[in-house]
Every structure is written in C-alpha cells, then in structure tokens.
C-alpha cells in the first residue's frame, strides 16, 4: 500500500529535455484521480533546469505536495539540485527496480527521471512504481534519519 495521498497533490518540473514527458507524465496522473502542481517549463526552448526544479522541491518540502516528480535529460542535474533541499530525497530512477528501492530504502519523495534514455512506456512504468511503493522502515529509517546535515 503506497505512503501517498491523494489529498494533496503531485509537484511536477522539468527543463526542456522532460517537457515531452512532463506533459506524458501529468496527463497520465491527472486521468488516475491525482491532481498536479506544474512548475514548468511549458516548452521545448532551452532553460536552465534549477528554475524548475527548485520550486518544484519547495512543494514536496514545504508539504504542500505529496511527492515530487523530476525530468532532465539525464536527471542527474534535478536530483542535484532538488537534494539541496534538506527535506529533500530525490532518487534518480532508470529502472523498476531502483524506483522501487528509492521507496523501500530512502524513503524518497522526488522521483527524477532520465528523459534521453527511457521510453513512455518504462516512464509510466517507474512513476506507477514509485507512487505504489512504501517506505519500509525499521532498520532503513535509522538511516534515512541520518542523511540531514546540521
């Protein structure tokens, strides 16, 4: 059973190489009975992919969204900068298998994802994933509780 309500809604950004997909991904969740905060960008022209994704983090952090959803071209530069935010854990996803660890594990709340090296299919696939995936606990919150810096 998932760690997600849909009380409050999905926190969604991008740069231009997520666009395609951030659109893909939004149309999708909104379908499933989830409602979405975009936080841009709304085209394929070239931006710089902080502007997105830090209000995007704001929303997962300040507890106004659920949980957070990332697209660059290779999701590192979002995961980066999404993980500045101390209430922050973005975990780059590629595969079913690591989106569902970034959830068991790491307690993650901002999935990121690689544009440039997976398909709609695999997209949909590791967003279904993450959202259905709980936070084990026990042994794991012991150390998600020491990520934080002081």
Same mark, same amino acid.
């Given at each position: 059973?998932?760690?997600?309500? &849909?009380?409050?809604?999905?926190?969604? @950004? *991008?740069?231009?190489?997520?666009?395609?997909?951030?659109?893909?991904? &939004?149309?999708?969740?909104?379908?499933?009975?989830?409602?979405?905060?975009?936080?841009? =960008?709304?085209?394929?022209?070239?931006?710089?992919? %902080?502007?997105? !994704?830090? %209000?995007?983090?704001?929303?997962?952090?300040?507890?106004?969204?659920?949980?957070?959803?990332?697209? *660059?071209?290779?999701?590192? @530069?979002?995961?980066?900068? !999404?993980? &500045?935010?101390?209430?922050?854990?973005?975990?780059?996803?590629?595969?079913?298998?690591? !989106?569902?660890?970034?959830? $068991?594990?790491?307690?993650?709340?901002?999935? *990121?994802? %690689? !544009?440039?090296?997976?398909?709609?299919?695999?997209?949909? $696939?590791?967003?279904? =994933?993450?959202?259905? =995936?709980?936070?084990?606990? @026990?042994?794991?919150? =012991?150390?998600?509780?020491?990520?934080? *810096?002081?």
């Amino acid at each position: 059973m998932s760690d997600f309500s &849909k009380q409050l809604p999905i926190a969604i @950004g *991008c740069d231009h190489a997520g666009y395609a997909y951030k659109e893909l991904i &939004k149309n999708y969740l909104l379908s499933q009975g989830w409602r979405v905060n975009d936080f841009g =960008t709304n085209g394929p022209e070239s931006v710089d992919y %902080p502007d997105f !994704a830090h %209000p995007t983090a704001d929303s997962v952090e300040q507890g106004k969204s659920a949980f957070g959803i990332l697209i *660059c071209g290779s999701a590192n @530069g979002v995961a980066i900068t !999404a993980n &500045k935010h101390a209430g922050i854990r973005a975990g780059l996803c590629w595969t079913n298998d690591v !989106a569902q660890l970034v959830r $068991q594990h790491n307690n993650a709340n901002m999935l *990121c994802l %690689p !544009a440039r090296f997976l398909s709609e299919q695999e997209v949909i $696939q590791l967003v279904n =994933t993450f959202i259905e =995936t709980p936070f084990e606990g @026990g042994r794991h919150a =012991t150390r998600v509780n020491k990520i934080g *810096c002081s």
